[in-house]
């Protein structure tokens, strides 16, 4: 494990639920399970691509209802985090997937907010949340949940897209992100993960985005990753999960050496680590192995983490 300070910038608040924590929350709830027990749960976790995890992690959100939910999934992060050497992480939820089990939107960030105004305090890390919108939903669907945020906006510094990527180009989410941007929120998407790399460029030219989450798949266009080393649009890669999700091989095969190498604004992050087999600075340590990075790149992909964050020396970039 790495202990370097560093910042987490690509991180599903829902995808850090433990199986110990789910159970927990099945008994507190009376929710039923489909699982015998943790370990059970844990056999589940062989994903063959991201539509196969979506369909676990979605379901295993049934056992997350109340405010005191959230914050406990939020509190248990925030201290396995501060373990790892991180010292500011960028938040990501998904208010549709508990909107639509009729969880309302306040409950869920007022429960995350509750621990994340005193993580500062207790773990030492600086914190954001950005509420995601889930891609396979309309963009009106998109429309009504920012509609819906209004009232919590004090909470929420930005929004991002993710869930399943191919056929959700970013065009299809051009007018909520265009809302969003008039209410002052910083803007990122996840894209390149298993979509093309032309869908980083329209998350970039339509979105406007500020960081592209993955953009792994800028390395097939040559002109693409010159842009966005030109640019130093942040990329923030997920390592563990590109091998858990099948978008690389094994993790000796990942670009990350090869993306630092072409100049770009690269960092590592943990996306769902109770699924993927680690944390952040498990991640390090495993990139640190796999690719044989040496103690400067550590600290290149650290130091990028600050640079990339929205920290309060980084006013929203220009308009692309
Ligand atoms: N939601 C949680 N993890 C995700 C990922 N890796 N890609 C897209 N959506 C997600
Ligand atoms: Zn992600």
């Known amino acids: 494990m790495s202990l370097i300070p560093k910042a987490e910038l690509h991180l599903h608040i829902e995808g850090t639920l433990e199986p110990e924590l789910a159970f927990a929350l099945a008994e507190r709830n009376g929710v039923e399970l489909p699982y015998a027990g943790t370990e059970d749960l844990r056999k589940a976790y062989l994903f063959s691509d991201l539509q196969s995890f979506l369909d676990l992690y979605y379901g295993l959100m049934a056992v997350l209802h109340t405010a005191n939910d959230f914050t406990d999934l939020a509190e248990a992060y925030l201290a396995r985090a501060a373990a790892q050497g991180v010292r ?10 508990h909107t639509a089990r009729g969880v309302p939107i306040g409950t869920v960030v007022e429960g995350l907010a509750h621990a994340l ?3 500062e305090e207790r773990h030492g890390i600086s914190t954001q949340l950005i509420m995601c919108f889930l891609r396979d939903q309309s963009a009106e669907s998109a429309m009504e949940t920012l509609d819906a945020a209004k009232p919590y ?20 989410f051009r007018e909520v992100y265009a ?31 500020e960081r ?7 390395m097939e266009d040559p002109e693409l990753v010159e842009r966005l080393a030109r640019e130093q649009v942040p ?7 590109n091998v858990r999700l099948r978008a690389v091989d094994t993790l000796e095969d990942h670009p990350l050496r090869a993306m630092m190498d072409a100049g770009l604004l690269v960092t590592v992050n943990s996306d769902d680590p109770s699924y993927f087999g680690g944390y952040v600075g498990d991640t390090f340590h495993a990139v640190r192995e796999a690719l044989a990075l040496g103690q400067e790149q550590l600290r290149e992909l650290a130091r ?9 020396h980084d006013e929203p970039r220009r308009e692309r």
Not at 90 to 97: G, N, R, V, W
Not at 304 to 312: G, I, K, T
């Open 304 to 312: 990028n983490s600050f640079r990339a964050a929205f920290l309060d």
């Open 153 to 172: 906006l004090h909470h929420i510094a930005g929004v991002g897209l993710d869930s399943a990527e191919v056929g959700h180009p970013p065009s299809k």
């Open 179 to 209: 809302a969003a941007e008039s209410l002052g929120l910083r803007k990122v998407a996840h894209a390149g993960e298993e979509g093309p790399p032309a869908y980083i460029r329209e998350a970039l030219d339509v979105l406007g985005v």
């Open 88 to 97: 500011h992480a960028e938040i990501f939820f998904d208010p549709q997937a």
């Open 212 to 218: 592209i989450d993955h953009g792994l798949r800028a």
């Open 235 to 241: 990329l923030t890669l997920c390592p563990l999960s």
């Open 117 to 119: 105004d005193r993580s």
